[in-house]
């Protein structure tokens, strides 16, 4: 434990080989530290970087500790990866992942608004609104981003299409294509990304041919969200004895 008494905070995030990718969730990581102070905060993925969940878990054996997936909906690295890693010590719990959250929403919101206000117009109402997602394979993720792109919709009081960029349909580069063969004269695509951070996802999303193309939820420069940093301290509270 640390002086405080508080469980570890395992951050684990999936893991990227993008230089910004590592550097924006390492500055969140540091943030979600600098929100707790007293309590250890250890970085750790399930996937590309090291040292990984299960490694770290074997590090902690005997300490209490809570992960918290920085993922954003539950699918098989939640349900399957982190619950292995923690299931050989009781003193080792796993939050929710995430999203959906109301509070990850206003900053999609946001970063829709940042991006449209980059090109020197406005969101307007003939633009159409795309939420790009990983994706997965696993319906209970799907299903948790549909949410996403119903709290986005109310949060900018438009429709918004969802889409995935694997494992489900419609892929972001469909949905753009159908958005833009309908929006009506003047009015642009534009994609919200529904990603922790820059990486493989992020330059993927990037080529499905958006008017507008929204920043990710975490950056390795500028401010952290402190929506991002809320929505994780919450998590890990949520998982501290009464």
Do not use: K
Request: hydrophobic share 45%; charged share 20%.
């Amino acid at each position: 434990m640390s002086s405080t008494g508080s469980p570890v905070l395992l951050a684990c995030a999936h893991g990227t080989r993008s230089r910004a990718g590592r550097r924006a969730v390492s500055r969140l990581v540091d943030a979600v530290a600098a929100a707790l102070p007293g309590t250890e905060v250890v970085p750790t993925w399930v996937d590309v970087q090291t040292p990984d969940l299960a490694e770290r878990t074997g590090q902690l054996a005997g300490r209490p500790a809570v992960v918290v997936p920085l993922l954003l909906s539950a699918g098989y690295h939640v349900y399957v990866d982190v619950a292995r890693a923690v299931a050989a010590d009781e003193q080792h719990r796993v939050s929710a992942a995430l999203g959906p959250d109301r509070a990850l929403a206003r900053l999609l919101a946001r970063r829709v608004h940042e991006a449209c206000a980059r090109t020197g117009t406005p969101l307007r109402p003939a633009d159409a609104v795309v939420l790009a997602t990983a994706g997965s394979s696993d319906r209970r993720a799907v299903a948790d981003c549909a949410v996403v792109a119903e709290q986005l919709g109310e949060e900018l009081g438009r429709p918004v299409t969802v889409s995935y960029l694997a494992a489900a349909s419609p892929r972001v580069a469909q949905a753009v294509a159908d958005a833009r063969s309908s929006v009506p004269a003047g009015g642009r695509v534009v994609v919200a990304n529904y990603l922790l951070a820059p990486g493989y996802f992020l330059d993927r999303s990037r080529e499905a041919g958006a008017d507008v193309d929204a920043d990710p939820l975490a950056l390795p420069d500028g401010e952290v969200p402190p929506e991002l940093v809320d929505v994780i301290v919450t998590r890990y509270r949520s998982q501290l004895p009464a």
